[in-house]
T-cell receptor, first 115, second 114 residues
Framework: AQKVTQAQTEISVVEKEDVTLDCVYE???????LFWYKQPPSGELVFLIR??????QNEISGRYSWNFQKSTSSFNFTITASQVVDSAVYFC????????????FGQGTELSVKP | EPEVTQTPSHQVTQMGQEVILRCVPI?????FYWYRQILGQKVEFLVS????????KSEIFDDQFSVERPDGSNFTLKIRSTKLEDSAMYFC????????????FGSGTRLTVV
């Protein structure tokens, strides 16, 4: 069975600190996709990144970076120089490679960035 | 950029009543989904729908729930005889046929059962 674990329930940092959100996944599939979504207080799910299982290259997008390590089944997300607007719940998710495969979400990490 | 539209944004209903949550997926997408998020919890898969039939459903999606694509554009989730524990945010999503895929989520319907 597929499973996503985000062990950090809540993280609180002060603005400009770097913060890493952990995500560990379980799957028997050899091909799969990993995602990060942001859920601000307004409630919508905002897509941040998709990574397929064959692409272990780390990615940087502005203040965001992602570290995908297949050997440890982890897909961690780092925010550099955090800002108050980064305060949200962040979800890691996994999907099967088949067409129409569902998303399986982790429990989410609530990030609070204080000024 | 194309969007998934959900209506209403918030619905309050009395326990035992039937509710229909509506979604308009992106027009060239072929896969449609409903997810549920109880307040403060994770987002949970309910059902996926393809070619006018359910392709997969979770244990949560019991006989109380049904989905329909009545007119080729709308995608609806019906909850019969609502219970207090059905109170949650319900998200609709759609995805295109190609792989790799992107899932586009609607902004959600907050259902409150009183």
């Amino acid at each position: 069975a597929q499973k996503v674990t985000q062990a950090q329930t809540e993280i609180s940092v002060v603005e400009k600190e770097d913060v890493t959100l952990d995500c560990v996944y379980e799957t028997r599939d050899t091909t799969y996709y990993l995602f990060w979504y942001k859920q601000p207080p307004s409630g919508e799910l905002v897509f941040l990144i998709r990574r397929n299982s064959f692409d272990e290259q780390n990615e940087i997008s502005g203040r965001y970076s992602w570290n995908f390590q297949k050997s440890t089944s982890s897909f961690n997300f780092t925010i550099t120089a955090s800002q108050v607007v980064d305060s949200a719940v962040y979800f890691c998710a996994l999907s099967e490679a088949q067409r129409g495969g569902k998303l399986i979400f982790g429990q989410g990490t609530e990030l609070s960035v204080k000024p | 950029e194309p969007e998934v539209t959900q209506t209403p944004s918030h619905q309050v209903t009395q326990m035992g009543q039937e509710v229909i949550l509506r979604c308009v997926p992106i027009s060239n997408h072929l896969y449609f989904y409903w997810y549920r998020q109880i307040l403060g919890q994770k987002v949970e898969f309910l059902v996926s729908f393809y070619n006018n039939e359910i392709s997969e459903k979770s244990e949560i999606f019991d006989d109380q729930f049904s989905v329909e694509r009545p007119d080729g554009s709308n995608f609806t989730l019906k909850i019969r005889s609502t219970k207090l524990e059905d109170s949650a945010m319900y998200f609709c999503a759609s995805s295109p046929p190609e792989v790799p895929r992107g899932y586009t989520f609607g902004s959600g319907t907050r259902l409150t059962v009183v």
